[in-house]
């Protein structure tokens, strides 16, 4: 199957600093990368749909200044975390789409983030 | 709004002995239910998928899960367990937002997490 490749898999910040986390389709173009958040013995969250070249469609509840989503080329979404704070930390998971069908999104190994 | 509860939050088994994990959805519509699997450090992974047709859906790595619309239930099964086989696993429902089979959001379960003894 195709891969996404998350960078970092686990990132330590300060209260207060904002963090950036890469998300990549290595071996496919996608239009289309989700990100989704994962709480401790909780479910995954989707938290914005974000398609090549448009701004990310957020979920409700989802603020979308606080949660940076860039998704400038066809292999690369962006996730900054502004101003992070410490309910900031979490799991955060993004998938692409490499097709037109459900068996196609892909997931990433996600990143651990814990703010200080 | 659509929802998925998976009752069982840690099971533990003997290798080869069978496994069942149960998944229980709500949605409006005729669902798209899916199961992944999730390993430390890799992504999510596709195990099976149901749309439509025959309510016994087979999977990768031996798993098959049967869809219940009467119990609005997606349990996943295996007959027999192997060590790889520990992991965590997600029920999730598909929202279908282009019509037809495209691709669309997606509502996990809380996950399963499975530890097979030897």
């Known amino acids: 199957g195709a891969v996404v490749s998350q960078h970092p898999s686990r990132v330590i910040c300060k209260s207060g600093t904002s963090v950036k986390i890469e998300c990549r389709s290595l071996?496919?173009?996608?239009?289309?990368m989700f990100w989704y958040r994962q709480f401790p013995k909780k479910s995954l969250m989707l938290m914005a749909t974000?398609?090549?070249?448009?701004?990310?469609?957020?979920e409700q509840g989802v603020e979308k200044d606080k949660f940076l989503i860039n998704h400038a080329s066809l292999t690369l979404s962006t996730l900054t975390v502004t101003s992070a704070h410490p309910e900031d930390s979490s799991f955060y998971i993004c998938?692409?789409?490499?097709?037109?069908?459900?068996?196609?999104?892909?997931f990433g190994p996600g990143t651990r983030l814990l703010v200080l | 709004a659509q929802s998925v509860t998976q009752p069982d939050i840690h099971i533990t088994v003997s290798e080869g002995a069978s496994l069942e994990l149960r998944c229980n959805y709500s949605?409006?519509?005729?669902?798209?239910l899916f199961w992944y699997v999730q390993s430390p450090g890799q992504g999510l992974q596709l195990l099976l998928k149901?749309?439509?047709?025959?309510?016994l859906v087979q999977g990768i790595k031996g798993f098959e899960a049967e869809f219940k619309r009467s119990q609005s239930s997606f349990n996943l099964r295996k007959p027999s367990v192997h060590w790889s086989d520990a992991a965590e696993y997600f029920c999730a429902v598909g929202d279908d937002l282009a019509g037809g089979t495209s691709y669309g959001k997606l509502t996990f379960g809380q996950g399963t997490i499975l530890t097979v003894h030897p």
């Open positions: 974000s398609n090549e070249g448009s701004k990310a469609t957020y």
């Open positions: 998938s692409g789409v490499a097709g037109t069908g459900w068996e196609t999104q892909y």
């Open positions: 149901y749309f439509s047709g025959d309510t």
């Open positions: 071996d496919f173009q996608a239009t289309t």
């Open positions: 949605y409006g519509a005729t669902p798209y």
